[in-house]
């Protein structure tokens, strides 16, 4: 007797994945895009009330983002200039208060901008915001690859997980493991 492709075991992988997810995927794509316009919609004609949240947004994006670009660079800097005056443990401190300050004075420039940018919905949308849109996407994308690179961090390795963190120690004889 011969057994129907429905009987089969669920394939795994990547490609088996893509393959149950592609017509769902699909199907959403127009209810989405639906929902973004309607949403959008809705910004722009209360552009007044969502101009300050918009800004404030944009400065903790930047926060983060510069922040983190910056502990990236200092890492990378340490490591490739060890001896050299403002990276030795002693001047830590100094360094971490100009960059904050600078981190700061970056994020808040770019959310002014934000604001400004969003004074007036007749100018929107615009090709500046959109390709600055696309660029701030990109820019963690991009960075993060070169960091990687840089840094040596690899993803792949068997003894970490996906987050960055040690995975917990193996259990002991006798005990079982528990997730």
Request: charged share 15%.
């Amino acid at each position: 007797m011969r057994r129907s492709e429905l009987d089969l075991p669920r394939r795994r992988g990547v490609a088996a994945q893509l393959r149950r997810w592609t017509i769902p995927a699909i199907g959403a794509v127009t209810p989405v895009g639906l929902i973004i316009v309607n949403i959008a919609a809705f910004i722009v004609h209360n552009l007044a009330q969502f101009r300050l949240g918009i800004s404030v947004l944009a400065f903790v994006s930047g926060l983060m983002l510069n922040s983190w670009t910056a502990l990236k660079i200092y890492r990378v800097a340490k490591i490739r200039f060890p001896h050299f005056g403002p990276l030795e443990e002693s001047n830590q401190e100094v360094v971490l208060m100009i960059g904050m300050a600078l981190i700061i004075g970056i994020s808040f420039v770019e959310a002014l901008f934000c604001y400004q940018g969003l004074s007036n919905e007749a100018n929107l949308p615009n090709a500046p915001t959109f390709i600055l849109g696309v660029v701030a996407i990109a820019i963690p994308i991009l960075l993060q690859g070169l960091f990687g690179r840089l840094l040596g961090e690899r993803s792949d390795s068997a003894d970490e997980r996906v987050d960055g963190y040690p995975l917990p120690p193996p259990p002991g004889p006798g005990e079982t493991w528990r997730p």
